[in-house]
């Protein structure tokens, strides 16, 4: 069981595409990225911000000191917990961060820690459960490849305020190293994290009744994805059964993502995937994989897609006509408010308990079957 035949592997101009993804990938990473200090508390005695995202984060990056809230790329022996409160901008727009200009954070113009705390896993937990018997489900956040933990927390904060979902909005970052040429120390890193993520979805299952949600993207659903597995081989198909797993760009060798699935079986919710063919990034991480397919760019309308992601009990959706926000067709997710909005609709959302392989319409926000077309016109003749 497989998503594509070997036999159509070696179609693709692999070297000069992957080639031409590389070299966007490397502009891309030439531009400043946000440091610590982006994410320091601020005071602004006359400003009130208009909307304010409590994040919880859980990190096996290490402190730099002891108590202080700036993480390093060193991996931490035991998780590192913590609870921002981030200020969104008036001036924010959809799928956008705004960043500081300098080195000076302005509330009324830019992303902003209006407070910070560090806080042991009790804490958390405590702050978890307490939301949890007001209705407020938590939600975990697993970053991708090429992150810092300031635009990782940034970054929910986004997802959070667009999407404008309740619940308890909650980071798992782990210490990948912000760096291009990083893929495999990242990888490395990646699956280092697993024990913890597994170990905070059991914490997470028992703080509340509800379901959790899980949303990962790129390398960060490699990570997930292996947390399940070992939730499996543990016996805790209690703690699976409480999950809702979305997996965007997932950064998965489509071959270990069947082997994964076998191992975890078939979810009570079905885990949905999150794809596009057009994906830059993921061509770069195919060719640094000996041209395997990654499940990220699976084409939906291959109908071997289909059966696979059926017999694997998981929903695909092609994502491609969300406009994309940078050149590496990567980050199609961050699109929070409309890809939210439309998932959350009674139709689709009962679609989406379908395993099977789909197409999703921005333009008419709506969910359909990649053979439909064709369904209807071979009834036709």
């Known amino acids: 069981m497989r998503f594509s035949s070997s036999a159509s592997r070696g179609k693709t101009p692999f070297l000069t595409v992957a080639a031409t993804a590389l070299v966007c990938l490397a502009v891309q990473g030439c531009a400043g990225r946000p440091g610590p200090e982006t994410i320091a508390s601020v005071t602004a005695a006359d400003f009130k911000p208009q909307r304010v995202e409590r994040i919880l984060t859980v990190t096996t990056r290490d402190r730099?000191?002891?108590?202080?809230?700036?993480?390093?790329?060193?991996k931490s022996i035991e998780p590192n917990y913590a609870r921002f409160d981030v200020s969104i901008p008036p001036n924010h727009k959809p799928a956008n961060i705004e960043w500081p200009?300098?080195?000076?954070?302005?509330?009324?113009?830019?992303?902003?820690?209006?407070?910070?705390?560090?806080?042991?896993?009790?804490?958390?937990l405590r702050d978890i459960a307490a939301n949890a018997a007001k209705g407020q489900k938590p939600g975990v956040f697993v970053h991708g490849y090429n992150y810092n933990f300031q635009e990782a927390l940034y970054r929910l904060a986004q997802l959070?305020?667009?999407?404008?979902?309740?619940?308890?909005?909650?980071?798992?970052?782990?210490?990948?190293?912000?760096?291009?040429?990083a893929y495999v120390a990242d990888k490395e890193a990646a699956t280092y994290s697993r024990d913890a993520l597994a170990a905070l979805l059991v914490d997470l299952t028992r703080a509340g009744r509800g379901e959790v949600d899980v949303f990962a993207h790129s390398m960060g659903g490699w990570l997930t994805v292996e947390a399940l597995r070992q939730l499996?081989?543990?016996?805790?198909?209690?703690?699976?059964?409480?999950?809702?797993?979305?997996?965007?760009?997932p950064d998965i060798d489509e071959d270990v993502f069947v082997a994964q699935m076998r191992v975890i079986g078939r979810m009570k919710t079905p885990i949905t995937v999150l794809v596009a063919p057009d994906d830059r990034a993921l061509l770069v991480s195919r060719f640094l994989g000996a041209g395997t397919q990654r499940v990220g760019s699976?084409?939906?309308?291959?109908a071997t897609v289909a059966e696979v992601a059926k017999q694997a009990g998981v929903t695909i959706i092609d994502i491609s006509s969300l406009p994309p926000v940078d050149s590496t067709n990567h980050n199609r997710f961050v699109d929070a408010q409309v890809l939210a909005g439309a998932l959350s609709r009674p139709a689709a959302a009962a679609r989406l308990g379908d395993a099977g392989a789909f197409v999703f319409d921005a333009a008419a926000q709506t969910i359909s079957s990649p053979f439909s077309l064709a369904a209807t016109v071979l009834r036709g003749q």
């Open 298 to 302: 699976l084409d939906v309308t291959n």
């Open 101 to 124: 200009k300098g080195k000076t954070v302005n509330p009324r113009t830019d992303f902003a820690v209006m407070a910070q705390d560090a806080l042991g896993r009790e804490a958390l």
């Open 160 to 181: 959070k305020t667009d999407s404008n979902i309740g619940g308890t909005p909650i980071l798992f970052s782990w210490p990948s190293f912000a760096a291009i040429p």
């Open 232 to 249: 499996k081989l543990e016996g805790r198909q209690d703690v699976l059964d409480r999950l809702r797993v979305v997996l965007a760009a």
């Open 64 to 74: 730099a000191k002891p108590g202080e809230n700036v993480f390093t790329t060193e």
